[in-house]
């Protein structure tokens, strides 16, 4: 079985990226959404804010991945060592082809559907709106992992899991690992 760990909006918490990393053992890989080091000018200063330990705790992992989010400065791709970080980022992982954005410029649910036209893709991906999302748009997935650190509308801190075996399992965890909504396809 392969696990792959979707994170976004993390914005310098390394006390959320620490719960993360403490629930959810044996990730293959990782793939990060975007607003990873810096909280923003319209939001608090996330629980365990040190952008620079987290940093530093990112650029040691060989299985992460970025895409750029709306808060990433080019100071902070410069502290990541990862100065080409993508806008958008589409793949295949077995079978499932998926498009992946930090999500700033999406709207509303005819936009997501015209991006999953665009790349031809299975399943969108984003985040931004720090609110997890996991449902069907037009039979095709839209899944938002929400915020570990800096959560909105009352919903909990979380992220989110793709597990492949025989079939695809996509969920929705708590950052403490507890399961918060799940889809198999």
Known sequence: MSKVLIVSDTHGSL???NK????????DEIFHLGDILYHGPR???????????LASILK???????????????VD?????????PKIMS??????????LHGENIQNDDEITQLLDKYSADILVYGHFHIP??????????????SPSLPKMNYPPTCALLEFSQNLRISIYTIEGELYKEMFL
């Not at 939001?43 to 330990?53: D, I, K, R, S, T």
């Not at 791709?77 to 970080?85: G, R």
């Open 15 to 17: 006390a959320s990226w």
């Open 20 to 27: 993360i990393e403490k629930s959810f053992q044996s990730i």
């Open 43 to 53: 939001n608090p200063l996330p629980n365990g804010y040190n952008p620079a330990e």
């Open 60 to 74: 040691a992992k060989t299985n992460i991945s970025y895409v750029r989010g709306n808060c990433d400065a080019d």
């Open 77 to 85: 791709l410069l502290v990541l060592e990862n100065e080409d970080m």
């Open 91 to 100: 793949l295949t992982f077995r079978g499932f082809k998926m498009v992946l």
């Open 133 to 146: 999302r996991l449902e069907t748009v037009k039979s095709k997935i839209v899944l938002n992992p929400g």
